[in-house]
């Protein structure tokens, strides 16, 4: 018997029938014996559609108002669970953020969680009864309604879990698990069955969608065993967990992340004087701009040339504010270009092996494909490439490392 929090997202819940189907799910685990806590999402588009609606009242809505609306979006999703659950003889009772108190700070829109009362849950749980949570809402100590931003249902789940100390936060979305790469580039992509919270990360941060950043990095901190699983599905899933050992012993590279909105910008012939760098970048972080990789040449004239990488959404406004540093500065000429890639390998195998980065390197000269900047860490090798080549470039490197299924698998 175990404490299993289950959270399902927008499209698992995104029909009256889904949510039936979720219902059959979350009882054949409580016929088990687990006790079952259950976060859920907005009905898929039901957000979308509501935040439409203020907008029709006002461009730029009052986000304390904009919360209270777009918070009864699960509201109507854990009533239907519930009843559903109950019509199947399941004891169940449903709450908004509010009702389990999930108390957060006042930043509404995107407000991080402070603390979970979990006393009103575990009686419930006690008495028998499946707990279902609207998620990615909570409340302020003033009892505004608060909600918290982009894939806040997901945070909800693996903060409760950490709250109740949950055997397992388990993660029902439209993929099977976490792969080595995307399997719409690569057809011979694997699903992994296990990966650790700090490659997870990285992954996350690199462009897999799979699992927000936010509640990773939640699940990483309070130990909490994440299992990202197929709502409709039958499967075991991808364990993303703290345990290293076995991964050692796994492929030096767990998988492949990829990212096609990448822009570049170079500033040339800028005089090589302390502070260079602050004075090109510190404009460009004024202007709300993040910048990614960096590289720094040093001329033999006493110049330097300095490139570096935005979101490709904010080219324009990087562009037009590195034309007049150029102009300030007395800079040779800026250039710009939006179409490249960036590509990374990761893996935690990399700490005990050496030429990791050698090896990428090789496998991306025998397809002749230049690259453009290299950027590392302890456990991930990423590089800046022509966009033309990424999906190549995937296939190579996936290759490269022996991430490829073998022939015949899941036939």
Known sequence: MALIVQKFGGTSVGTVERIEQVAEKVKKFRDAGDDIVVVVSAMSGETNRLIELARQISEQPVPRELDVMVSTGEQVTIALLAMALIKRGVPAVSYTGNQVRILTDSAFTKARILQIDSQRIQRDLKAGRVVVVAGFQGVDEKGNITTLGRGGSDTTGVALAAALKADECQIYTDVDGVYTTDPRVVAKAQRLDKITFEEMLEMASLGSKVLQIRAVEFAGKYSVPLRVLHSFQEGPGTLITLDEEESMEQPIISGIAFNRDEAKLTIRGVPDTPGVAFKILGPISAANVEVDMIVQNVAHDNTTDFTFTVHRNDYNNALKVLNGIAQEMGAREVI???????????????????????????????????????????????????????????????TAFELDAPAGAGE
């Not at 710009?336 to 890639?341: P, V």
């Not at 397809?367 to 990424?390: A, D, F, G, H, P």
């Open 336 to 398: 710009g270009d939006t179409d490249i890639a960036k590509v990374s390998i990761v893996g935690v195998g990399m700490r005990s092996h050496a030429g990791v980065a050698s090896r990428m390197f090789e496998a991306l000269a025998k397809e002749n494909i230049n690259i453009q900047m290299i950027s590392t860490s302890e456990i991930k090798v990423s590089v800046v490439i022509e966009e033309k080549y990424l999906e190549l470039a995937v296939r190579a490197l996936h």
